[in-house]
């Protein structure tokens, strides 16, 4: 299963590009159909999905590869089995820089400094489209509407500008969503060093689930990594709020609850009796030692 | 060519059909009153045998304590409809339109068909697709694979083409779920990339939220009303619904104690009414884009598939999320059963399909409960941690390695969910395995940890202590909505002592219904009419004379279209 891909798909890894891979594969599995062997199908989608992150790392990364070509045959070979799990992980970090880069960087009022000095080497590249212009606009009517001193924009303001013809795209809709989720993180201190949570005075229950309803980030994480840390963010935010908008009683009384609460459970994860096995069983108690490093035989 | 018949099932929330691969491409098998569509309605006729189909839903109308439909929503669940005396869970409810589209396929064939590719919604999950499985097992059928629908219709579309290099978003909104995904071929692999959905979403949601408006307007609560007039009403909402993806305003008349009133409902109002349904479409079509890390131009075809895509409303949000119009070549109704029956080819080895290959990705992710350390000692249970993540190609395998909070633990109870929720109350639970530890306190108390997901989207789990080396394999019991292996049998043995209506009597039956519902529906000499035709009707039946009885069914056929393309349901 670690073997080379390049010599399962029966390609020169110097020389093969993503249509040959593609084609490669396409060849093969036509006689290892996945109903028919599951082990050798699950082989050539390893090896297929292996070489073309591979092949896109190349061709994205030229010089990386050029290199060290001598020795490309017998390292590209360890590592390709000792870390795809690492080369996915890259991948989808470069895709999301330069998502960020195209679509994050001219936004997000208060990021913008933060996000300059992040993305200075694209800067100087950069020329707003007719589609950053109207994602821009947007960015600056919601935060206009957020810091209002009028109070929060209601469900209605925000259908108002979401809704609006010019950003109903499915891309709009995404871009928006970046910037959005960008500047909920931005103003609840994501990106500063402590790592707690702040919450602006402006940032009501109502208002975070509101766009959270429009944008769908608590209940639906990311397949990529750095969108999923974020969500998480936000959920960690929804829960400040809730606490924040309980009457200072109720805080109190839970506080003290959870404080007492947590006294009388400290002698259950001390052995005291016979059955302390079933209970600790039943309670689910389960911790991951070892990811392992490939999904398949690792 | 093989001998063996495999036939490609559409079990739909409203509608149900079947089809065959032959050898110029799949056809669809017209049931015993010659339609292709079946509604998935199930009930008692007069004389205590089962109706399936057509006669079924217009039976709705007149005897709902004896007639059920849209149960495809509750597969998965322990929801027991009652019919009369005896009550019906989901999945004997579905073996029954099961049985009744196979027996309509061996009519076609003129051979026996014990094997079924049947289509389920992408985005149904373990429990449901199990649920699919015993249902078919209830009618005779053995699952060749469960094919999830949106990938069916782009296996129909995609063979229209096979050589083309494109990548397509098939957005299915059916009678009761809602898919998308998002496909890509070249060289005669149909690769699914993504897929995402919401299972409890669908046209019957749209008919639902008419109805309400409708009562409404009528001054009506759905407690006034009985059963039957309830049903009429939702009847008149889901015709209106129809018109109004032709027309932009629908009327019609409800006839409630004994009075004709009228009602009326523009495409702006329903549109309003439904905002909220429209919005739950977005969000799985952005998630799926999402996913697939693609932009809306990278898309080549998009195309809507499910009779709910009719729906102007539909149209237009997709209209504006593309920025162009969806295509629907092929039927929205039919497409799903025809790519179910390309699947059934494949199965088959049809000669036609050898150069096709087509690979699905599992929707959701898959994984376990975790506790996380807080502190020192102190540990938190209830979180999700994924093993095989959404949108992997399927069949896959993925394996971890788990340890016990304790090194005295003599268990672990290793719990399986489903769902995107780093937490696992948010997710759904699919089983549970409790895995034994060697009791010796210095043993190695590893336990390797292996899921394996089929190409039917069916889990295997599987767990090896490290230091015993002795493999134990998912026994799903006790979760709610399964049923255990006696439970299965109990109830096989139950059902194959029903009676079921002859397949040759069902057209007879089926106009009965239907001018029995046109009476309840009707007012003054229009409902004299009717009733002096079921009168007749009921008279040439006792001559048992098929000829005459043919003729008087195509006579009553064509009153009939005449008054429901009046006002007439």
Redesign the interface.
């Known amino acids: 299963m670690s073997s080379d891909p390049f010599t399962l798909l029966g390609l020169d890894r110097k020389t093969a590009t993503e249509a040959n891979i593609r084609k490669a594969y396409a060849e093969r599995l036509k006689v290892t159909r996945p109903e028919d062997d599951r082990a050798a199908f699950m082989a050539l989608r390893e090896a297929f999905e292996r070489a073309r992150q591979e092949a896109r790392w190349r061709a994205e990364y030229p010089a990386d590869y050029e290199e060290d070509d001598e020795d490309a045959e017998v390292e590209t070979g360890t590592e390709a089995c000792s870390d795809p799990s690492g080369d996915g992980h890259s991948e989808t970090l470069t895709e999301q820089a330069s998502d960020t880069a195209t679509r994050t960087a001219p936004l997000a009022p208060n990021a913008e400094d933060d996000q300059d000095a992040d993305f200075d080497e694209e800067e100087e590249e950069y020329v707003p489209t007719d589609f950053d212009r109207r994602i821009d606009a947007a960015m600056q009517k919601l935060h206009e509407a957020l810091i209002s001193p009028w109070g929060p924009p209601s469900r209605a303001d925000l259908d108002a500008l979401f809704n609006h013809p010019e950003l109903e795209g499915i891309d709009e809709y995404r871009a928006l969503q970046w910037q959005v989720r960008n500047y909920l993180c931005h103003a609840t201190g994501y990106y500063a060093e402590t790592g707690d949570v702040q919450l602006p005075g402006w940032l009501t229950v109502r208002l975070f689930d509101d766009l959270d309803g429009q944008f769908g980030w608590v209940r639906q994480p990311s397949n990529h990594p750095a969108e999923r840390h974020m969500n998480a963010w936000l959920r960690r935010v929804r829960e400040a709020l809730d606490w924040h908008e309980m009457p200072q009683e109720v805080r109190k009384q839970r506080e003290l609850d959870r404080l007492l609460g947590r006294t009388p459970e400290n002698p259950k994860g001390t052995p005291d009796g016979s059955n302390t096995w079933l209970y600790i069983g039943a309670g689910i108690l389960l911790f991951v030692v070892l990811r392992a490093l490939t999904g398949i035989g690792g | 060519m093989s001998d063996k018949a495999i036939i490609g099932i559409d079990l739909g929330t409203t509608n149900s059909l079947v089809a065959v691969f032959e050898a110029d491409g799949p056809t669809l098998v017209p049931n015993a009153l010659g339609e292709v569509m079946t509604p998935s309605a199930v009930g008692y006729g007069d004389d205590g045998a089962v109706l399936v189909g057509r006669a079924a839903r217009d039976r709705l109308l007149t005897h709902p304590d004896l007639t059920t439909a849209r149960f495809k929503r509750y597969m998965g669940t322990n929801h027991e409809v009652k019919l009369g005396k005896k009550s019906f869970r989901p999945e004997e409810l579905s073996a029954l339109v099961l049985g009744s589209l196979r027996a309509d396929a061996e009519a076609h064939l003129g051979r026996k068909v014990e094997e079924a590719v049947i289509s389920v919604p992408a985005y149904f999950n373990d429990i449901q697709r199990k649920a699919t499985i015993t249902a078919a097992e209830f009618a005779g059928l053995k699952v060749n ?1 469960l094919v999830n629908e949106p990938t069916a219709a782009a296996l129909a579309y995609g063979l229209q083409d096979k050589e083309a290099e494109s990548t397509f978003l098939v957005v299915d909104l059916g009678g009761g779920t809602f898919d998308v995904s998002i496909l890509e071929m ?4 149909m690769e699914v990339r993504a897929s995402a959905g919401d299972a409890f979403l669908g046209g019957e949601d749209f008919t639902d939220t008419l109805a309400t408006e409708l009562g409404r307007q009528l001054g009506i609560q759905p407690k006034d009303v009985s059963r039957e007039e309830g049903a009429r009403l939702r009847a008149l909402a889901n015709r209106l619904k129809h018109q109004l993806s032709e027309k932009a305003e629908a009327t019609g008349e409800y006839v409630i104690k004994g009075e004709a009133r009228p009602v009326s409902i523009s495409r702006e109002k329903f549109d309003e009414i439904t905002d909220e349904l429209l919005k739950r479409l ?2 799985p ?3 799926a ?3 697939a ?1 693609l ?3 990278d898309l080549h075809r998009i195309i809507t598939v499910g009779g709910a895509t009719r729906m102007q409303a539909v149209r237009g949000l997709i209209t ?4 162009r119009f969806p295509e629907h070549s092929i039927d929205p109704d039919h497409v799903v059963a025809l790519g179910a029956a390309v699947q059934a080819g494949l ?1 088959a080895r049809h000669a036609a399909l ?2 096709v ?1 087509m ?1 699905d990705v599992c929707p959701f ?1 898959l994984g ?4 996380v ?1 807080l502190g020192p ?1 102190q ?1 938190e ?1 209830g979180h999700f ?1 994924p093993l095989i ?3 992997t ?14 090194q ?8 399986i969910y489903q769902g ?3 937490f696992v109350r ?1 997710n759904v639970r699919i089983g549970q395995l ?1 895995v034994p530890l060697p009791a010796d306190l210095k043993a190695d108390k ?1 336990v390797e940890v292996r899921y394996t997901y ?2 039917s989207g069916i889990l295997e789990v599987e767990a090896t202590p490290v230091a015993t080396k002795k493999t134990l394999r998912l026994v799903i019991e006790g979760t709610p909505g399964t049923m255990t292996r006696a439970e299965i049998d109990k109830r096989l043995k139950e059902l194959t002592a029903l009676k079921i209506h002859p397949r040759d009597e069902q057209e007879n039956a089926a106009i009965i219904a239907r001018l029995r519902a046109a009476y309840e529906n009707s007012l003054g000499d229009q409902r004299q009419h009717i009733g002096h035709i079921l009168a007749q009707f009921e008279a040439v039946l006792h001559t048992h004379d098929k000829r005459q009885i043919q003729d008087a069914r195509a006579q009553i056929e064509e009153i009939l279209s005449r008054f429901e393309g009046e006002d007439v349901f």
């Open positions: 694979r070249f060289s005669g692999v977005r969000m079509i952005q998630r884009i999402s996913d890390s932009r809306a131009d504006r999320l593309f920025k199965a050898d150069d290959v690979t992710t376990y409960e975790v506790s350390p000692n540990w249970p941690s993540e959404r949108n190609v399927v069949p896959a395998s993925r394996a971890n390695e788990i340890s016990p909070l304790e005295h633990q003599r268990e672990i109870n290793l719990m995107e929720s780093p948010d409790r590893t089929d190409t």
